[in-house]
């Protein structure tokens, strides 16, 4: 097995870095891996427990970062999508289906159970591409959640009617479908208490540890525990993990917890993608495609006109329902557990089993790519030429997040900038890693979120992007370089502002792509000498001039300085920081009588800053110089350098 996942990692790279190339999206990577690798391709690859196992993990995590999006008042605004559009969707689709099925001459139990497989739609296919799409918040994108949730729900009765079909016990199918809606009620209110009360509590400890491993385990951890409670009450694991995720939806934490959910959740719905691939018999395929096309082409007409009359009959905008209808008319994953499931009990036969896997592979296949044409689509309809028929924006996108200022930490700096911002009416939005600061910033009406700004992710709900500028507030070099590392990864030309202790590591800095660094320490300094030289009445201008000199020149009378017999380990290091160091010259030194030339000091990369003799101090004396006994040279430079010289000034030794 361990042999069987290392080729699958390499046909799975490939592939999607093919496809990548040639512009079409991941998911049908995942798909042709699982074709060329499955039983029915080359034949390396066999369909095991444990990876169908993980594969559903893919599911579950999705669910989690999709419940995450919808706190309990969202979902509440969007029951009439819910129970109204996803119920009228189900029904009508099934209906329609039973009775086209029934007039090609199939019974009534072998229509029903075709009926359910085809009317459920793909969540996994349809939100990845959504948030891929940056469409999750748009009219159409809330449609279709809407109608998938409904669907996610509805599977929970399905799968325990289909067995019980298969007995005929009609008193058993009501007695079951009671049970399963009550133990549902039951694990809804259990998870609902759990992620009110206990989960904030939860990751406000976890948050204030500030260990980045702890807050990832404890998500995974929050996340399979709600899936594995409502798996041990017969229902889907993906809904408990939906449900933990709405939950966690209404707290500060939630743009931190899909960042860390993300890395997991895209892996494992590579690996699902890869196991629908591997059910999809290409010889079936080339013996039936002529019926295949003509079932991909009812499907498709079919589900589109139902969705589309069905949208348009609860109040929505024609290009809304189409666009929501191409995004739900393909097969779903959850249709293939219901095909197995019937198999099982000989609702369906072996060939009617395959044939449904490839209409479900199939389009699932070809739905990325509608979604993509979309627009091209609705043009073509005359959907798009008037203004107030385009796109519409997505809802709950803040003007912060526009032309903005991003400020990565909210402490006492952060803070302060803030409050400068605010008072000259530029727009700012912050992003801050202990909870108790974001707690009292949301508090306080400040825009500040719960994140840290090394992930991606986070920097992207930022807006980085879109920002007229971001501000480092930290000073640790190693980590600031890693944020810098992932905004210039995100948005390139955007102006970054870093502060610093000092100005050790600038030139560094600068070759990250920071545009301005401040440090502290000189600033703390410059400041000093404006009050010094204010209170010895030196003209402000003066003054004003000076520093701005200073600032403008990388601080050049900052950067010399007499260093004592302490020096810091990181001053050593500093690109810019030299120190003066005097030298006084005896009568037996091996450079008296000889030419600041003739000693060919500069090979030393050390500068002689002056020349003091009999009281006198010569300024940057001339390399024709000659040293006499008695003079003191003031010399800059690293110390260890300026050690060296000393020793050859004195003894001669190079």
Request: hydrophobic share 50%; glycine share 8%; proline share 3%.
């Amino acid at each position: 097995m361990n042999v069987q996942f290392f080729g699958l990692l390499i046909a799975a790279v490939l592939f999607v870095w093919v496809f990548k190339r040639i512009g079409l999206p991941p998911i049908l990577a995942y798909l042709a891996t699982g074709v060329l690798a499955g039983g029915h391709g080359v034949g390396w690859l066999t369909q095991s427990n444990d990876m169908a196992l993980i594969a559903e993990l893919g599911i579950v995590f999705l669910l989690f970062s999709l419940g995450l999006e919808f706190s309990v008042s969202r979902l509440m605004a969007m029951r009439n999508l819910v129970f109204g559009l996803g119920s009228l969707q189900v029904i009508i689709t099934a209906i329609v289906v039973i009775v086209l099925l029934g007039c090609l001459g199939f019974s009534l139990l072998n229509a029903f159970t075709i009926a359910v497989i085809v009317t459920l739609s793909s969540t996994a296919v349809v939100v990845k591409l959504l948030k891929e799409n940056a469409q999750l918040n748009q009219r159409r994108g809330q449609l279709a959640i809407g109608v998938l949730l409904f669907q996610d729900i509805a599977v929970v009765p399905l799968l325990i009617i289909l067995p019980l079909l298969a007995n005929s016990d009609v008193q058993g199918i009501g007695w079951a479908l009671v049970s399963a809606l009550s133990k549902g009620a039951f694990v809804c209110v259990l998870l609902w208490a759990i992620g009110k009360w206990i989960l904030p509590k939860v990751f406000n400890e976890i948050a204030q540890v500030r260990t980045d491993e702890l807050f990832v385990l404890t998500t995974l951890l929050v996340a399979l525990l709600a899936g594995g409670l409502t798996h041990a009450f017969g229902l889907s694991m993906a809904l408990g993990a939906f449900l933990a995720g709405m939950m966690l939806g209404e707290s500060h934490y939630r743009h931190q917890l899909e960042a860390d959910i993300r890395p997991f959740r895209d892996i494992l719905m590579g690996l699902f993608f890869v196991t629908v691939g591997m059910q999809l018999n290409i010889q079936f395929v080339v013996l039936n495609s002529l019926w295949i096309i003509v079932a991909l082409v009812a499907v498709f007409s079919v589900k589109i006109g139902i969705v589309t009359i069905c949208a348009r009959l609860m109040g929505e905008r024609k290009q809304d329902a189409i666009a929501c209808a191409i995004m739900l008319w393909q097969m779903g994953e959850f249709g293939f557990v219901l095909i197995a499931l019937a198999g099982q009990h000989q609702l369906l036969s072996s060939e009617q089993g395959s044939f449904l896997i490839a209409l479900g592979v199939l389009s699932m296949a070809l739905t990325p790519a509608l979604i993509d044409k979309t627009p091209f689509i609705l043009k073509h309809l005359g959907m798009l030429n008037s203004p107030h028929l385009q796109q519409p924006n997505p809802v709950n996108v803040s003007p912060l997040y526009t032309n903005h200022v991003v400020i990565c930490g909210f402490s006492r700096v952060g803070q302060t900038i803030a409050r400068f911002l605010k008072t000259e009416m530029i727009e700012y939005v912050a992003a801050e890693s202990n909870p108790l600061l974001v707690q009292e910033g949301i508090n306080a009406g400040e825009p500040v979120i719960f994140g840290h700004v090394k992930q991606s992710d986070i920097l992207k709900t930022l807006g980085v992007e879109r920002a007229r500028l971001v501000i480092i507030t930290f000073t640790e070099f190693e980590q600031t370089q890693v944020v810098i590392n992932a905004i210039k990864h995100i948005a390139p030309e955007v102006k970054i502002l870093l502060r610093s202790k000092d100005d050790t590591q600038l030139a560094r800095l600068r070759e990250l792509g920071v545009t301005e660094v401040v440090p502290e320490t000189l600033e703390a300094s410059l400041m000093l000498v404006s009050h010094v030289l204010s209170m010895s009445g030196v003209p402000m201008s003066r003054i004003i001039r000076r520093v701005s000199n200073e600032r403008n020149n990388r601080y050049p009378l900052l950067q010399s300085f007499y260093a004592g017999e302490q020096v810091d380990t990181e001053d050593l290091n500093s690109d810019g920081l030299k120190y003066l160091h005097l030298v006084a010259l005896p009568e037996l030194a091996f450079a008296v009588n000889k030419s600041i030339y003739e000693l060919n000091i500069m090979q030393y990369k050390v500068q002689i800053k002056a020349l003091r003799r009999q009281g006198r101090e010569i300024d940057a004396p001339s390399s024709q110089t000659v040293l006499l006994a008695n003079d003191i040279l003031v010399l800059q430079g690293k110390p260890r350098r300026i050690e060296k010289l000393e020793h050859y000034l004195l003894d001669g030794i190079n």
